[in-house]
């Protein structure tokens, strides 16, 4: 029996880009199972944007992670013993398992993942919650119809390919807009994209406009920063905007310099009669069921590719997470912290 | 047969607030009547913040008034002599007939009114274009739900009189923002509001917050400006923003300073998962019977009341439009042209 766990700890509210020293790695005693719960040992952990919200003390639509505590996160894993009715040790479950070697969990997180049916990682990807977001985001807010112009940000993270080739199977114009030359040749060879703009090119804003001649329909917004000004630029009358992420952003410790450019932004919306909406997966719940009954057939067919970036080591899991705020990963960006027995 | 006819005319794009001399009054010869055309006599002209939009050379919604050209604008007038099936000497009809004495219309702009009904200036009031775009803003976008807190802003004004009325009937809270005392005790007073707060009081922001005590689920936006940063601070989770117009703004020759606002408003909006949309009331086209039919029930059970403000003299729209950018009017706008005879 195990009776110590490898946990990451936030120790600090991180202060722009989060640091080894804001999350260190300790060890700790694992509690007693009480009933009712399992102990799984993590396989994955799966590092999103999401989290740097989590690290911080401004309120968000998620309670922050409390000083002291294991950082938490989405994992896949194994059941190592169980005292909860339905799941039995050796059975692979989808948690919210955290930055750790081992996780108690409780019947209101998991849910049991049939190996033969997908990779068991895909469950915190395409299968999963990136998936879902970007199913509900493109789907409920963005409403697209055939021969629109759809752009996405981060084209190639684990959201934004999604949406891309869900934008396809409706029958649109697919615009990625990534920060690297590999990621851009990726989204376009890999996921049908028409194509894909990189926005550290000098020229980016030529290039974006020249990818849409027919302006920009429905922008689904990861990132913020000069892309978001960008597409501002191209939106066409009745643009829809699902407003998913901010990720240049959410290393800001203060307001940029003026001129102050939300009244033009305003006015903008207002002369476009644009939409914009933020919004996360939780807002749409109610269409589990059909994102989970969709992506299957649409993986099973073919129609969906996916792209994941393991790395190896829960030690190496603030790097990574550093790289993932940078756009140093490619694809979904995963945490091997144990060996996947299914692969 | 009159041959002449007293235009205001766009003689310069106004750089901030419009002169007269940017809108000087001229005479002009009447064209002969085509076939297909009537001639009207402009009783009523309706003033309205958009206007100030068609003055400007930006592209907006709508094409700008071409210079040297009699400004455009809603009225309702009687036929003075009609080549136009259908309408006849003497009818009521409400036009586009513009900043003049007389008008040459065809049917494209034209309805015919029946003043027995209602009184023939309210087409262009309460049951015209203000009454419609606070309809369709306030139920398409605001989607409002019993027990839900609507704030609306130039909430004495043509449209947000109607915004606050139609709220009421859905069984919400209603705040009111406008910029002074008396129109504030007017909308509490005349149209039910729960309350008004002036945004010219030193305290604004937390009377609007006292006002508010469970936040803020809708914000019907007229005006832009510091009410929309104040509301902001306040609106709950999953808030929803119909764009209606920014008579702050409307003025404005340069960004104002820094630092900018925009980001913190994305995250605003992500984190709150707010929805905001712009639109104009053409949008939605195809609920105008369904407002005639629901505001002509409203107003004969008496549930919904309006105010209008009624200057005279063509010659004096310009002085009475600068009063409307700058809140003076007391409700719906008019310029009486030449006499009702339905009075």
Not at 34 to 54: F, T, V, W
Not at 157 to 176: D, E, F, P, S
Not at 183 to 201: L, M, P, Q, S, W
Not at 305 to 313: A, F, L, M, T
Request: aromatic share 8%; with cysteine.
């Amino acid at each position: 029996m195990m009776t110590s766990n490898r946990q990451i700890i936030l120790a600090n509210h991180p202060v722009g880009m989060p640091t080894a020293e804001d999350l260190p790695l300790q060890e700790s005693a694992l509690p007693e199972l009480q009933d009712g719960q399992l102990l799984m040992k993590n396989i994955y952990l799966s590092l999103d944007p999401y989290m740097r919200g989590r690290m911080s003390k401004a309120k968000s639509y998620a309670a922050g992670v409390p000083l002291g505590t294991a950082m938490q996160g989405g994992t896949v894993g194994q059941v190592v013993s169980s005292k909860l009715d339905g799941f039995a040790e050796g059975d692979f479950v989808l948690g919210f398992g955290g930055w750790q070697d081992y996780a108690v969990q409780d019947k209101t997180t998991l849910r049991k993942l049939d190996p033969s049916q997908a990779p068991i990682s895909t469950a915190l990807g395409v299968l999963g919650m990136p998936g879902f977001t970007a199913y509900a985001g493109l789907l409920e807010i963005g409403q697209p119809k055939e021969g629109e112009t759809v752009v996405v940000s981060a084209a190639s993270g684990a959201v934004g390919q999604v949406v891309g080739q869900i934008a396809k199977l409706k029958g649109c114009r697919v615009v990625g807009v990534a920060g690297a030359e590999d990621k851009c040749r990726h989204v376009v060879e890999a996921y049908g994209f028409d194509a894909c703009v990189n926005y550290k090119d000098d020229d980016f804003e030529t290039r974006l406009a020249e990818a849409c001649p027919n302006g920009i329909d429905i922008y689904f917004e990861n990132v913020g920063g000069k892309v978001f000004d960008a597409v501002m630029k191209l939106v066409n009358d009745f643009a829809r905007i699902p407003l998913c992420g901010r990720i240049a952003h959410y290393n800001d410790t203060e307001a940029p310099q003026g001129p102050d450019q939300l009244s033009a932004f305003l006015t903008k919306l207002l002369v476009k009669r644009v939409l914009i909406k933020g919004f996360i997966q939780f807002d749409y719940a109610h269409l589990m069921k059909d994102f989970v009954k969709d992506m299957s057939s649409w993986m099973q067919a073919g129609k969906i590719q996916y792209q994941e970036d393991v790395v190896d080591g829960l030690e190496n899991a603030v790097e990574a997470f550093q790289g993932l705020l940078e756009g140093r990963n490619r694809g979904k960006l995963l945490v091997r912290i144990s060996e996947d027995p299914t692969r």
